[in-house]
């Protein structure tokens, strides 16, 4: 079970989870009308390193006097937090109108996912008073969040922080996962 703190801090931080973000799919303009499609996820995680973020809030919004502006973040990686139960059907994605493979809970593909044994998932259960049902992260599911959006949002959508320690868990496994050796 992941230890999780609810108070929040004015800052975006490393293991925070907020509610309703807001992904932009792609942006499209044809014949001066432009369309754009827009993906709304009920919880994310934020990826990005800490101490990247606390430097960029220094800079950006500390009025701490600086020569220049290379700590600050164009952008934050997040990724979301699917239902564990929805995940082993398959069915995370039906409102994208995608269809996931389908992982049997019941046997060593569940087990495994639930050990964090799964190179790809990360598994999350939080305590009984945080009304988040166990999820999982894929890390292949990753994305960018512009950083002032992200704090703007977080004033009303934050749900809990991570603590360090599981962040940490979350954070190596993430960088394991990108790292590895792409085979056919």
Known sequence: ??????QNVSRVCQGDILRDVEHIEYVHERNGIIEVSKVVFPLVVVLTQDCDLEQDYRV?????KTNSDDKKLFSV???PLYNVEHMYSGEHLTDLGLKMQTINKNKSPGENLR????PRYHYLTFPDDMQ???SVIDFKHYFSVN??????LK?????CKIAELYRE????RFASFLSRVGLP
């Open 60 to 64: 950006r919004w500390s009025r701490q």
């Open 147 to 152: 950083i002032t959006y992200l704090k703007r």
């Open 132 to 134: 988040i049902v166990p």
């Open 1 to 6: 079970m992941a230890k999780v703190r609810t």
């Open 169 to 172: 868990d979350i954070s190596q």
């Open 155 to 159: 004033a009303e959508q934050f749900v």
């Open 115 to 118: 050990k964090n044994e799964t």
């Open 77 to 79: 990686l997040v990724a």
